[in-house]
């Protein structure tokens, strides 16, 4: 007979692993998802406030934008970091409303907290999640009003609705315009489709000035000078040529050696690489270019060539930024000088290099139906011109994805109330125990207006109760004023969003909820595949001593 007693306890894990499971792990899980959602739950709308986040360089960020706050922070812990993950798709999808994500994901996660607390299965609620997140999407298209790119002020009040509350809302109505007028020149048809690239809309910045010296240029502004002071400044009437090779002799690319004997052979040497330099300079000069914007390095003999034939130059030009020249003013970019004719070229009214701050940049101005432009934002310091840049980003991707989605919504909370009061009939029209985690998420949506009127300074119950009665009334769009403290018809005020921003929130903080609850083990190893020091060996240099 054997004795039970004396077996030893087997270990399938290596002795520094810790694991946790049942419900600690979700308990933990879910109180990290919420700590990150309380990090940035105090920047939503309006009257919310800005974080400033220092580095470990001490480089400074001061801004309310949700993705760049959670990127900042530089979080660990790997469920917060699922939840960092839904503010980079929203803003890769819309390019707005990612605190929304984040805020809607911590809040669905706290309310299952307390249905898990009432012995309900996890799985349980990941179903009743799941029929709410499709049902979500039903309601919210049907809610949805349709938007043309011919309604100019209805997308310039999506544009002043994104900036309200950044950096850039002291100056809201003019950098509206600038955006409306930016996508509607980069908006293309193909057939009944809108198809709007929004990289075709440059944003540079530059520190000078004040924000209202902001401008939306016709064309494009590189970050570049003339290579020759010899020059031109300015060169009206503009033919430009896109090389996409180096205006010098090219190196052999294996190692040669020249023997020269006789100086006089030297002489002729030097004078046959001048011969095949000017030769270049003659191929561009014949094809009647007067601009040259050349994305490898023009040689010094060269830009002395092209300075005496009265040429513009410059060099080193980003192959991004040549395509958006080739866009703008209608040029081929040419990989082969031998190529170059009068039909490669471009034209832009003119092209100049202007001082901006302490750099010289080149303008290229008054492109004819230019397919890409830019908007030069100004401002006092560079602080103020970073989060302007993210206020606009923001408003560039709201009109975008109105006018690609054709749908658009009013804010300021109305839709999330709206589908609390209809996701909590259809929660009624179930049966069993999905209906409690479909009104959890029913009851989840009202995170939105009530975080609003909190960073207001209302009393987010009272206000909660106003929304509820009016909503119940059929006024579908009455959301918060937080500068009055009222309830609004948020569509008669004029603040309004694209659909998208919603439906994305919506799946992708149902999703990442849905994938935290379905967790119930966390193993954590501490050995990174040998490559980590043993503990308490911490203080040497990750590859032993040197």
């Not at 940035?40 to 960020?61: C, E, N, Q, W, Y």
């Not at 923001?394 to 300021?412: E, P, R, T, W, Y």
């Not at 109760?465 to 937080?482: C, P, T």
Request: glycine share 8%.
């Amino acid at each position: 007979m054997t004795n039970n007693n004396n077996l030893q306890p087997i270990f399938i894990l290596p002795e520094d692993s810790r694991r946790t499971s049942g419900k600690d792990a979700q308990r933990m899980n879910i109180t990290a998802a919420k700590l990150v959602a309380e990090s940035v739950r105090t920047t939503l709308g309006p009257k919310g406030m800005d974080k400033m986040i220092v580095d470990s360089m001490g480089d400074v960020t001061v801004t309310n934008d949700g993705v760049t706050i959670l990127e900042e922070m530089n979080i660990d812990h790997p469920s917060a970091k699922m939840i960092v993950e839904i503010a980079k798709t929203q803003e890769d999808e819309v390019g707005d409303g990612t605190t929304t994500a984040v805020v809607l994901a911590g809040e669905l996660l706290k309310k299952a907290e307390s249905l898990l607390d009432q012995e309900i299965h996890p799985t349980v609620i990941v179903k009743g999640y799941r029929l709410a997140a499709e049902k979500a999407q039903e309601i919210l298209n049907q809610m949805a009003v349709n938007v043309t790119d011919k309604d100019i002020s209805t997308l310039k009040k999506i544009a002043i609705t994104a900036m309200t509350g950044k950096g850039a809302e002291s100056r809201k109505e003019q950098l509206a315009e600038l955006t409306v007028k930016g996508i509607t020149r980069i908006t293309q048809k193909e057939g009944n489709k809108i198809v709007i690239n929004t990289d075709d809309l440059k944003i540079e910045k530059k520190v000078g000035g004040s924000v209202e010296d902001t401008e939306l240029i016709e064309g494009i502004v590189l970050d570049k000078e003339r290579v020759h002071s010899g020059m031109p400044r300015t060169v009206g009437n503009a033919k430009i040529a896109l090389l996409d090779m180096a205006l010098e002799i090219r190196n052999t690319e294996t190692d040669a050696k020249i023997s020269i004997t006789d100086p006089e052979k030297m002489q002729a040497f030097l004078d046959m690489e001048e011969s095949m330099i000017r030769k270049m300079v003659e191929k561009v000069v014949l094809s009647g270019a007067t601009v040259v914007f050349c994305q490898k390095g023009i040689d010094d003999m060269a830009q002395h060539f092209l300075a005496k034939k009265g040429i513009y130059a410059t060099r080193r030009v980003k192959k991004s930024d040549m395509e958006l020249l080739s866009k703008a003013t209608g040029a081929k970019i040419i990989s082969n000088l031998e190529d170059l004719s009068l039909n490669d070229l471009g034209k832009a009214g003119f092209v100049e290099e202007l001082k901006v701050g302490d750099e010289a940049m080149t303008y290229v101005r008054e492109c004819k139906n230019a397919k890409a432009v830019t908007i030069l934002i100004r401002g006092g310091t560079e602080h103020v011109v970073d989060e302007i840049k993210r206020a606009m980003e923001d408003a560039i991707g709201d009109v975008a994805a109105a006018l690609k989605n054709n749908k658009i919504v009013a804010g300021a909370g109305a839709p999330e109330m709206e589908l609390a009061k209809e996701l909590r009939k259809y929660a009624d029209s179930l049966s069993g125990r999905e209906q409690l985690a479909v009104q959890a998420f029913a009851e989840a949506m009202e995170v939105i207006p009530r975080t609003l009127a909190e960073n207001a300074g209302l009393d987010p119950i009272d206000v909660i109760a106003d929304l509820k009665s009016k909503h119940d009334n059929n006024e579908k769009w009455a959301g918060i004023n937080v500068f009055s403290g009222k309830v609004m018809n948020a569509w008669k005020e004029g603040v309004i969003e694209p659909l998208k921003i919603k439906t994305q929130a919506v799946s992708s903080a149902a999703e990442v909820a849905v994938m935290i609850l379905r967790i119930d083990d966390i193993i954590m190893s501490e050995k990174g595949g040998g490559s980590q020091m043993p503990p308490g060996m911490g203080g040497m240099p990750p590859g032993g001593m040197y």
